[in-house]
């Protein structure tokens, strides 16, 4: 039996207050960004290209943001790491990137050591947040980043079609998607319009691009692009085809994953809901568990039940996560 006693409803209220800072908060954000967002409808290459006015200026400098030397080379040692920094666009630096994820590491391995008092439980987690969460991060940013720009690719060729039947030669079809479109595929169209400009040729240009995206949609554009760079056909009408081709293949996803929220839902419900259960009779009832909590059979049996909880969710996530 639950017993509503002051201190409860007093805490109760207290998260109520919580939760409605947190949405105003929200709310407040929302607004700023989506004004934010309307006012700089300018992707990222044509603003460094705005203030500096010097467009082998405004490639060295977007090549430096997205880690990468000012020939456009790698700047990490570790191939794999340079390329999922250079995949999730950020721009912050690679520095700055390290630096705040180090202070993260520090703060959590403090807060670590506070509460358990053990120095090795608190470099675990020191070390956790300066290695697995800065990957997850990246990864996050990087199929952020993939979903939006299989989004704007349809767009991009229409747009290089137009271009092409208008009688432009393809690097203008090119230099004309990265200042119609907005980031990321405009500021990358508009990388590889700047290094046709000074120097690359064709094949070595989609081929940085295809680096830098890592996206699946993008190999049939750049395909395509050579192919017919070597053998010669109607580049409009192939691209033409391909811009259909990319639009049935966006909505079957999305159709899939419609399909497939409810599976989502589900896994999302069953794995948050034990720890929501247990937090609220922690808050609420305090003493519900606290006589056997200290029994060595609970650890063994919480341990058995998580890790068959993971097993469960990732056989969930395996039958709702389609590839196409």
Not at 300 to 313: P, R
Request: with cysteine; charged share 20%.
């Amino acid at each position: 039996m639950f017993e509503i006693t002051s201190e409860n409803l007093q805490l109760a209220i207290f998260m109520l207050i919580g939760v409605a800072v947190f949405l105003a908060a929200e709310a407040i954000y929302l607004g700023v960004s989506n004004r934010a967002s309307y006012l700089r409808k300018i992707n990222k290459r044509l603003s460094i290209l705005e203030n500096s006015g010097d467009q082998f200026q405004a490639l060295v400098e977007l090549r430096r943001a997205r880690s990468l030397t000012s020939e456009g080379n790698f700047r990490l040692p570790l191939i794999w790491l340079n390329r999922l920094v250079l995949q999730s666009g950020i721009t912050m630096g690679l520095t700055r990137f390290a630096t705040t994820f180090a202070i993260l590491a520090m703060v959590l391995a403090f807060a670590a050591f506070i509460v358990e008092g053990n120095l090795l439980i608190a470099a675990a987690v020191g070390m956790g947040g300066s290695t697995i969460l800065p990957l997850a991060v990246l990864k996050f940013l990087r199929a952020r980043r993939w979903k939006a720009f299989e989004a704007q690719l349809p767009d991009a060729v229409d747009v290089m079609v137009r271009s092409l039947r208008a009688g432009h030669p393809l690097p203008v079809s090119i230099s004309m998607v990265g200042r119609e479109l907005g980031d990321p595929i405009g500021s990358e169209f508009g990388l590889t319009a700047d290094e046709l400009t000074y120097g690359l040729d064709l094949e070595a240009a989609m081929g940085n691009m295809a680096s830098r995206v890592g996206q699946d949609d993008l190999a049939l554009l750049i395909v395509a692009i050579t192919i017919q760079a070597r053998t010669g056909g109607n580049l409009g009408e192939i691209l033409s085809n391909l811009s259909r081709i990319l639009r049935t293949r966006f909505k079957m996803r999305r159709r899939v994953r419609s399909l497939s929220a409810e599976g989502r839902f589900s896994a999302l419900a069953l794995s948050v809901l034990p720890f929501l259960v247990f937090g609220c009779l922690t808050v609420f009832a305090p003493d519900f568990y606290g006589g056997i909590w200290k029994e060595p059979i609970v650890t063994q049996v919480l341990s058995s039940a998580f890790f068959f909880m993971m097993v469960g969710n990732f056989i969930m996530y395996r039958m709702t996560q389609f590839r196409m």
